[in-house]
């Protein structure tokens, strides 16, 4: 791990520290944690529009029921794909940081919750003293038909197929659609505010687009926070733009953009398009600069 990384991990660590104190919305997640965590009941399936419609009724408690609900569906397809890339199970720990939540203890409430589902196939193996996640059996997530055709997308790969069409509402304003990059090498990251990986990627991006855009590389920053549920203003966007110096535009991801691509569940998730539509590349997770390079600098001289 370089010591680049570790630098943009403490940071990110620090920066997420600060931003969750300062905000309403994370005390509104830890009451809705501490009921489910009170209320909760083995074999019995959460019943959010019951929780919606008669327990939580403030705007910043459903908006961190909402984020929660779209974590839960996530989170096996977000394990299982880590089981598969790392050959060990995530920590309480990095669940905690790919799904902005507050602490461990809010991953391990979602853990629980998902444990006492019936429909979610019991699928992991926890310690009981720690909680933290012993066994996966990804084979059991791939036999389900809930979950199974999304984890089966995203491991099988994308390279070789043509990327879905996308016209994403930029930032700056104005829209960004991926018909108009043709022609272009196109490297598509999607991301959110205060991911720590997704921040060790950043200026390596910012490098790339300097370096390569002259060349035909159009790099696309998809920021996920609204499709996740996060509670995160276009000014916070914004000053991490500033601040990173990114020039490259940084778009708004939707629900059906994701759906799309596969329901993204490890994040940043970067897909290498080439100058005809087509994935060359995808990878998931924090990308070694000179991996990125190589691939994109192959793509361009065949031109």
Not at 75 to 98: H, M, R
Not at 248 to 256: A, F
Request: proline share 7%; net charge negative; glycine share 8%.
């Amino acid at each position: 791990m370089s010591a680049r990384w570790l630098r943009s991990l403490l940071f990110a660590s620090l920066l997420c520290g600060t931003a969750a104190a300062g905000l309403a919305q994370s005390d509104a997640e830890t009451r809705v944690l501490d009921y489910i965590r009170a209320h909760l009941q083995p074999g019995q399936p959460l019943i959010v529009t019951d929780l919606y419609n008669h327990v939580f009724t403030q705007p910043d408690e459903r908006q961190a029921l909402d984020k929660l609900y779209s974590a839960f569906f996530r989170i096996p397809l977000f394990i299982a794909n880590y089981q598969e890339k790392f050959g060990s199970p995530p920590s309480l720990g990095v669940i905690t940081e790919q799904f902005a939540l507050r602490s461990p203890a809010a991953a391990d409430t979602l853990l629980r919750v998902m444990e006492s589902d019936p429909r979610v196939p019991g699928f992991l193996t926890r310690d009981p003293k720690t909680g933290q996640i012993t066994h996966v059996d990804v084979e059991k997530i791939k036999a389900d038909p809930k979950f199974g055709q999304a984890l089966i997308r995203q491991l099988s790969g994308w390279d070789g197929k043509p990327a879905p069409d996308f016209a994403l509402a930029g930032l700056r304003g104005g829209e960004v659609r991926l018909v108009d990059l043709h022609g272009k090498v196109v490297l598509l990251e999607v991301w959110f505010t205060g991911c720590p990986p997704c921040m060790a990627e950043t200026p390596e991006l910012v490098a790339l687009d300097r370096e390569l855009s002259p060349r035909g590389l159009a790099i696309v920053g998809a920021n996920a926070d609204r499709a996740l549920g996060l509670d995160y203003d276009d000014a916070t966007r914004q000053r991490y733009i500033q601040e990173h110096h990114v020039d490259y535009p940084i778009v708004h991801w939707t629900r059906d953009s994701d759906r799309a691509y596969g329901d993204i569940s490890i994040f940043p998730t970067l897909f290498l398009i080439d100058q005809k539509g087509v994935v060359r590349a995808h990878w998931i997770g924090y990308v070694e600069p000179e991996d990125l390079r190589q691939a994109i600098t192959g793509i361009l001289k065949e031109n």
